[in-house]
């Protein structure tokens, strides 16, 4: 079945860094979504992506489609504190119609 | 507007055990999807109903079952609970047609003792 996979597992980084997720799809996708999932919380969408090589930024955010629309990153320049938590990309494939979800990527920032 | 509801928030049951959670979606959102997500792991995709039928559902043993309501609201069972049962249970609801951005509720603790 199709399967999700995103890298780093987990990372820790200084306040002001930067940081990047990677995810891959073992089939193509009709469309990507991000969501993050701050501690003890639940998924929140923050974007969606649905053309073959889109790009789109929020302030500090930037998603990027691939080409072959089976893979996407999410990159955040200089993190803040407030970033931390669980990101999660989220693709439809094939005719299921159904969402399946990256295996996710924790993000801690040290002050 | 009111958000995705779930219920209970917490629960703790026992091995063997029945267990029933409740989802009410967003006014107006046809689709429910339920996902499990155990202590620290990701989300595995559950079930999916939509206009009241069963479209979908993952890779999980026949004990888990559900179903939606005339008011989209949606049940998940689960039977003879086990302990590795022990997740946090989201119902997300999507719009029919929208964009297919999923809004999820605050989840169902479980603890299967």
């Known amino acids: 079945g199709q399967q999700v996979m995103q890298i780093p597992q987990y990372q820790h980084v200084q306040e002001g860094e930067d940081f990047t997720t990677y995810c891959n799809s073992s089939t193509t996708l009709s469309n990507i979504q991000w969501y993050k999932q701050r501690p003890g919380g639940h998924p929140v969408f923050l974007i969606q992506l649905v053309k073959s090589g889109e790009v789109k930024k929020q302030k500090r955010l930037t998603f990027q489609f691939g080409e072959a629309k089976k893979n996407s990153s999410l990159h955040i320049t200089a993190t803040q504190t407030t970033d931390v938590g669980t990101y999660f990309c989220?693709?439809?494939?094939?005719?299921?119609?159904?969402?399946?979800f990256g295996t996710g990527t924790l993000l801690a920032v040290q002050p | 507007e009111a958000g995705v509801t779930q219920s209970p928030t917490h629960l703790i049951k026992t091995r063997g055990q029945q267990v029933t959670l409740r989802c009410s979606p967003i006014?107006?959102?046809?689709?429910v999807y339920w996902y499990q997500q155990a202590l620290g792991l990701g989300l595995q995709f559950l079930l999916w109903?939509?206009?009241?039928?069963?479209?979908n559902r993952g890779n999980f043993p026949p004990r888990f079952s559900g179903r939606q309501f005339p008011n989209y609201s949606s049940e998940l069972n689960v039977n003879a609970l086990e302990l590795e049962d022990s997740a946090l249970y989201l119902c997300?609801?999507?719009?029919?047609?929208?964009?297919?951005?999923?809004?999820f509720g605050e989840g169902s603790r479980l603890t299967v003792l």
């Open positions: 997300a609801s999507r719009a029919l047609g929208h964009t297919g951005e999923l809004f």
């Open positions: 109903y939509d206009e009241g039928e069963e479209r």
């Open positions: 006014s107006g959102h046809t689709s």
């Open positions: 989220a693709g439809y494939g094939g005719a299921t119609n159904k969402l399946i």
